[in-house]
């Protein structure tokens, strides 16, 4: 089953406002990361937290991760419109009796950033 | 920063040929690379994982017969989707991860876009 859930599935705002996505997830991670794809491409890493981190930032990207809900939330300030691409959350299941190092993706949410 | 190239990206290819899809690692060595399945709106699908020199792992459900992976080198994987049928076309994209020290991100190819006739 998908280990972990975008929300909101799409999100469309102005240029220039916050974009804040969730991300739920089901068992213990070792870290969680956040991707991102524009259209027809691949994956970029963004930024990646550990499970014992609670907030991490880069440049206009703030993530948090409560692992007692076991979900972080991806917050991009100021948006531009080159900011338009799909965001994937992403767990590393490694070290938590998974096995070797795997990494599940969710399902994704689409951000529109309207000029 | 890292860079992994995949090619070809755009393939279209009548039902019942054979195609192959590469994926280098062209500034580090890869340990393991992973091959991944995305349909239209969808997540991705983890497909197989590939180490260098020993034969992929696949996860349930992917025909190892259909699917074949080579990893012949710390810089190089393939994927050869034999005997494509129409249900075959996708979105395939590769990852890597490198070698040594304590890393936890993946570096990925730009994707291929398969198209079957």
């Known amino acids: 089953s998908q280990q972990g859930e975008e929300d909101p599935q799409a999100l469309s705002i102005q240029e220039g406002e916050n974009a804040t996505m969730n991300c739920s997830y089901k068992t213990s991670i070792n870290n969680l990361q956040w991707y991102r794809q524009n259209s027809g491409r691949g994956l970029v890493h963004l930024i990646l937290?550990?499970?014992?981190?609670r907030e991490k930032h880069s440049g206009r990207l703030r993530v948090t991760l409560d692992t007692s809900k076991k979900s972080s939330s991806l917050l991009i300030t100021a948006s531009r419109a080159a900011d338009t691409a799909s965001y994937f959350c992403a767990t590393d299941l490694s070290y938590s009796g998974a096995g070797s190092y795997q990494l599940t993706f969710g399902k994704g949410t689409k951000l529109s950033v309207i000029p | 920063g890292a860079v992994v190239s995949q090619h070809p990206s755009r393939v279209i290819c009548k039902s019942g040929t054979s195609v192959k899809i590469e994926c280098r690692s062209l500034?580090?060595?890869?340990?393991?690379m992973f091959w991944y399945r995305q349909f239209p709106k969808q997540s991705l699908m983890l497909m197989a994982t590939s180490n260098e020199g020993s034969k992929a792992t696949y996860e349930q459900g992917v025909e190892k017969d259909k699917f074949l992976i080579n990893h012949a080198s710390l810089t190089l994987s393939t994927l050869t989707v034999t005997s494509a049928h129409p249900e075959d076309s996708s979105f395939y994209i590769c990852?890597?991860?490198?070698?040594?020290?304590?890393?936890?991100?993946?570096?990925f190819g730009s994707g291929t876009q398969l198209s079957v006739l």
């Open positions: 990852s890597a991860r490198a070698l040594g020290g304590y890393n936890e991100k993946l570096f």
């Open positions: 937290i550990r499970s014992n981190e």
């Open positions: 500034d580090f060595q890869a340990t393991t």
